[in-house]
């Protein structure tokens, strides 16, 4: 649907004054549609008190939140398509796109303002329980040289790899052991944090739990393992972001750890 | 192809056609815009494919961008089949690619749509949650929702200018299939906004923001498959010709109509347009006056004259009919039903 343009319509850069709120008379005619809607859009931006619970990134587009600089925050966003080359000849928007670039720049400017570090959270809590219980349970199946059974200890690279990221969460290790199909039912069922035993990327279980980051790479030494290299990861139930992102965090802040301990259990 | 038409063989078939000078201005711009469009697509589809992770509504996205690309492929295809001289096997030319190019673009859209929108209630359906981790960025650990983010914002922001500029162009060249491309890439902001929440929701701890986000966007595709889908039918069975933004019908049937009656030796005059691509066809069935003198020298001059009105009539027929014409009757008859 076209919409007709109005040659009397504001250029940009314009006052503040002729796109907020106060905009009576544009050029000595009555408000003409696109300040209209610049009007209704500041009156919306009124509307929702966004100073609320540290938004750095909205106070920083409108710091005194009054009208002049609710105006800015669209005139900033008007003023972007100046800096396009003129080989389009471009010269102005109806009032329709300004509005979706409007709203749209308000939702990814509000996703980010909910603060950088609140995201991401977790649907179910799994790591505010591990901390508050100080335990992790984790789910094991032998699969040497990841996870072994020796004097009915768990050990192995991966078995390592679960005391360090224990450590850091300051929670002592609960092994639950099993088959891989057991344990990925437990996981999905939420009865255990983590499983470990020698998954790689291509495992078919990655449907159905949460695969970690790679924190090992190898390559098989022989022929007939399969082609081209693994790569090693961990897997936690599926929805659980916050406790994937620390743990990925963990995983890759300490690759150099993850090699030294592979390679000691090649010897 | 076929064989090269004869000095004779002007009766037989359509003229060749070329786009007058202003709109062959237009349409090398819409070109260039095609060829940056398409880049961009590919750029910004590159940059989804690679930080879109386990997210359902990511996904969806990449696979919407890479759809898009289909437009802008077959208008580049079909210009250049289109003006393609007429031959003795192809008395008609070859503008009908364009309407064949739309149906299929249009197909691949609904069809795209419905597969998203079938995996997206699958994953739901099999208990999968979306779930974001870290990623590695240039030797720090994020969050992988950032990454997706900002490759959303990049996808997002220029594409509603594209789509401003290419619709600006379509109905000067009268081509549907730039109107479509630039619709889609107008309404873009409104999917990609909803992948954006998808994310958000995700990060704040909501999984099943994600799948139904993907949801969206997928029925926003479909939608998309559909509204083209419903034009390119209407093309390829000759309904009258519509404005190129469909909005009305077109005022050309009616003009040619009256241009015909002004005749001197024209009594009364009816015409029926169809939309080949770019151009219209049509016949026009004449009542001339009792008595007329070198009809049939007449009616070539009509014709002539009468596809000079607008570039886009191609090829007029007309025929003369007798009066109290009950062919001519019945075709009013149909016409104003």
Redesign the interface.
Known sequence: ??RKRRNNAPRFPVSCEETGQSAGAVNGRRRTPEAHRAGKFAQMFDSIDLRQGGIQGISRIAPSGNHQNHGRVFLMMRCV?RS?PSI?S?RR?TGG?RK??A??SA??AL??A?G?D??????AGALDQIRASKTLRVGVSENPPWVEFENGKVAGVEADVIEHIADEFGASVHYVRGSETELMKKL?ARDIDIVAFGLDTRTPHR??A?L??PYLETRPTLPESGAGKRSHVLA?S?????L??E???IL??NKVEWERLYRRAQR | MGAPLSARSTLRSTKDFEFPPEQAAHLRKAVRLEYVTIIYIVTSAALLFLTMGSSQAMRTSFFEDAISLVPSLVFLTAIRLAVKPPDADHPYGYHGVVSIGYLTASLALLGMGVFLLAEAAIKVLSGERTTIGAMNLFGHTVWAGWPMLAAIAYSAAPAPFLGRLKSRLAPKIHDKVLHAGAQMMKADWMAETATAIGVTGVGLGYWWIDPLAAAFVSLDIIKDGLTNLRVAVDDLIERTPMKTDRSEPDPLPAQLQRYLTGLDWVADAEVRLREVGHVYFGEAFVIPRDNTPNLPERIADAMEDAKAIDWRLHDLTITPAPRNNIALKESRRNVSS
């Open positions: 649907m076209q398509p396009l389009f471009f928007r796109m979706s670039l709203i749209f939702a990814i996703g980010c909910v950088c609140a995201l991401p959270r977790e649907s999905h449907k159905r949460a970690t980051r936690v599926q929805g659980e972001s916050k994937l992102f743990i990925d965090r890759l802040d």
